[in-house]
């Protein structure tokens, strides 16, 4: 899949704006606070209707005016398409378009434009705390299986009201007796997310294990594992044991729970860890190696959608090429000879070798 056309209209800081790209690699130049990294935004949003960095849909809206316009011409599915949304400001909901007709929600168009953003944050996320890696992973897994997402939404729903009772309760002791009820649902759902996790991560870490060994000449085997709750003795098994293995955990925590006032327990603490030829990478990994792991995790992924789509994803580069050195840039481009890419960065010549180039200015598109 490829984008060959985006048009912004009062998005972030493009007034105006209508951009031609290559089915290959596409170079976006600029300063600093120009619009490269809201150009990813708007293709990222355009595909998904979701931002990778606003909390809310009114900050795409340029400061000042009333709606933004996002269209772009897409080739996927072996058809041209089109994809539009319109954002306006607050009370107000967006609408979305899939070849002019418009569309209920942002699942009506899903497929269409998928992408797969990598930014230099995620190049140490291996090193980082379970919180950053455990959004990786889920981001990752809510764009392949739409139906993570709606466990994910629901679980971290329940487990919200369930940390509102914990805290509400000294002022009304008698929400303790809703708590059973919350931690049932937390293990039916948590089992859920588990099973996804599980099977995820399997392949992921199968498919990052193949670029790692190539990128380290074979000298690393690459290894990932999965970490649940202590209880659960296999996250592949049958929905109904890690539902019980669930409550086990959740019922030796529930004095720990009320006198912290806290959530202790279930997939909510998730993590998973890379080991390389058997050491902990965490522990272990100098720099060079954390960044070529999280770089193996990042094309694998790229992989597991286009095989589940029949096509390769569109990868999002923010600045993280500018942040490796040359033999680890050169892979990167070797290993993503196919398929579309966006790559920004900041000093024009660096990569001119490459593509198209597209230059940035306050929001302005100058073309090379
Ligand atoms: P860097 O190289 O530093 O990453 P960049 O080119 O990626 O820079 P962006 O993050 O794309 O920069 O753009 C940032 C600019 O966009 C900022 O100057 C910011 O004030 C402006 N901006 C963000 N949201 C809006 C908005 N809703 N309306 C107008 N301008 C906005
Ligand atoms: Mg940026």
Redesign the pocket.
Known sequence: MNLSKLILQ?????EQAELEFDAGVNL?V????????????AIGYLGSGKSF?AQRC????????DF?DCEGTVFSQERQQTLRWVIFGRGRPRQVYRNGVKKKTAGDISGVLQTVLFCPEDLMVLKAGAAPRRRLGDQALCQLRPNYEAALTEYGRILEQKSRILKDRYENPRLTELLPEYNARLCQVGALLISYRARFYEGLGKAAAVYHERFSGGAEAFALQYRTVSTVTDPFAPLADLQGQLMEHLLSHERAELESAQCLTGPHKDDFDVTLSGLSLRAYGSQGQTRTAAISLKLAQRELMGREAGEIPVLLL??VLSELDPGRQDFVLNQISEGQVFI???EPGQFTKLGKNIE?R??TVLEG
């Open positions: 009062n998005f972030r800081n493009y976006i600029g300063n600093n606070a120009q619009g490269k990294t809201n150009l990813l935004e960095r009114i900050e795409m809206v340029r400061f000042g005016a933004a923010d600045d920004t960065c900041c940035i306050s929001g």
